[in-house]
């Protein structure tokens, strides 16, 4: 006697995948893919012949089939991004004889309004997670630490050392860096580290409020002091950090009528509220940052020498990231967790020639630059290694082959074969579209794709 299954064993196997409303895949031990469903084709706007035989890294974003394939332990409900969304994988090994010889992989969710609704409630839950924990962090108003300051080149270590021997005390710091060096991280530290801690740390950027509402801003204003104002007045930025810290942020563009003010507060630890008749006690430390040089901006007068001596008690360079390249990998990486925690995506490091590649770039925004980077080179890339291809093309050396080793024939076609390798990224692997972007012929492109193996 047959059992149904022998007889019909192809049709119902191809009954089950075929109309099933799952993505359906399958690898062999060595992560290639023997078997994908329409279904999951349509989804990945591929077809069955494009996909079959490719390594399934290649077809399938943030895959671990691969992995499943050759460990035998099995992943379910596995949040994996997918062109854009939050997919719910399940990855089964396949074994044969006692050994694992695949595995067979299935996405859940692929009905458009199922999974975007699950989606936007992953994005919301995650939205809502990150809120509750700088909330919990901005508690005091600090929410970084020494901890947080990533990098242990000599200079770093230097810097880190000075910053401890300063912070206790009510000294006044004044922190010089370019923009995007950790000025705000360090004036944290500072704050966290000093008998002050458990007090506000207020932060006032100069640049950001208008000329007019300085004042009310610092030292705030009494009920019925200006048309507008609210009633029962409003505190300042200096009451709100009494007995803690002002962190005065891009102070070179603070105006002058401003600056009067600011040093009589230092002078005499008073501050006088607009339309108030008295003045009132303040205990506040002072951390100031600049990326400005304030000697200029005194000779040019618009920076007073007395307020400059008064906050310039203690410098603090914090040099710009091209000065200190041995702190690039580790705070690539750093980076790295901290952008994919936050989108859920799976990308877990760098191909050698990107790091190579952000050792020679100049970073003029420095480590926030190096944020954005790695922020867009996370969402563009297809694979869990971030490559050359994935990064902003003003980062990519251009003169890529005049830093190659090897003869001339070597470097050429490793030349020609990155090309390639990016125009079909840029065309999103419509080989038609990458020819044309070349300027070759499709069979001309078929060739070298076989040549280098891409
Ligand atoms: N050593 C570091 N380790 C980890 N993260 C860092 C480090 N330095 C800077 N960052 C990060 O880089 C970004 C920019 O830092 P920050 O805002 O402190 O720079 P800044 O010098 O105050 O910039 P600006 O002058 O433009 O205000 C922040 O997201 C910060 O967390």
């Known amino acids: 006697m047959h059992y149904l299954k022998d007889i019909y064993k192809e049709e119902i196997f191809e009954t089950v995948f075929e109309n099933a409303y799952h993505c359906f895949v399958v690898v062999d031990g060595e992560g290639l893919i023997t078997y994908m469903n329409n279904t999951y084709c349509d989804f990945l706007e591929t077809n069955k012949q494009e996909a079959i035989g490719k390594h399934v890294t290649e077809v399938i974003e943030n895959s671990r089939m691969h ?21 719910i994988a399940n990855r089964i090994p396949v074994r ?29 839950l995650l939205l809502e997670l990150e809120h509750y924990r700088s909330q919990l962090n901005n508690q ?71 000329e007019h509402l300085l004042e009310s801003e610092l030292f705030g204003y009494k009920e019925g002091a200006f048309t507008g104002a609210k009633k029962g007045g409003k505190l300042g930025k200096f009451q709100l950090a009494n007995g803690g810290t002002v962190f005065l942020d891009e102070i070179g563009d603070m105006p002058l009528s401003a600056q009067v003010k600011i040093l009589r507060v230092l002078q005499e630890g008073e501050v006088e509220a607009l339309g108030a008749n008295d003045t009132q006690k303040i205990d506040v430390r002072i951390i100031a940052a600049t990326n400005q040089s304030l000697e200029k901006l005194i000779e040019e007068q618009r920076f ?10 203690v410098q603090v360079r914090i040099p710009p990231l091209r000065e200190r390249t041995e702190d690039l990998r580790v705070l690539s990486k750093y980076i790295l967790t901290k952008v994919t925690e936050r989108s859920g995506k799976r990308v877990i490091d760098f191909d050698q020639p990107v790091l190579e590649c952000f050792m020679t770039y100049q970073w003029p925004g420095n480590i926030r630059e190096l944020e954005n980077v790695i922020e867009s080179a996370v969402h563009l890339t297809n694979t869990e290694i971030i490559k050359v291809e994935d990064l902003p093309d003003h980062i990519q050396p251009n003169s890529n082959f005049l830093q190659q080793n090897g003869t001339l024939k070597e470097i050429l076609n490793n030349t020609e074969k990155q090309t390639i390798e990016r125009s079909l990224k840029k065309a999103n692997g419509d080989k038609l579209k990458a020819a044309k972007l070349l300027g070759i012929g499709k069979s001309k492109l078929y060739d070298k794709i076989k040549k280098y193996g891409i």
Request: with cysteine.
């Open 67 to 87: 992995i499943v394939a050759k460990s035998g332990v099995e992943e379910i409900a596995d949040l994996q991004y997918i062109r854009g969304n939050h997919m």
């Open 96 to 124: 044969s004889e006692g050994k694992v010889v695949g595995a067979v992989g299935t996405v859940l969710f692929r009905d458009t309004k199922e999974w975007k609704k699950m989606n936007s409630h992953i994005k919301d």
């Open 140 to 210: 005091h108003g600090t929410t970084y630490s020494l901890h947080d300051i990533v990098g242990s080149s000599p200079q770093m270590n230097e810097l880190k050392n000075k910053i401890k021997k300063v912070s206790p005390g009510d000294v006044s710091v004044l922190l010089r860096g370019e923009s995007g060096t950790g000025k705000e991280l360090f004036a944290h530290s500072i704050h966290h580290l000093s008998e002050r801690s458990g007090k506000p740390f207020i932060k006032v950027n100069c640049a950001a409020i208008p």
């Open 304 to 313: 007073r020498d007395d307020l400059f001596y008064r906050i310039n008690v």
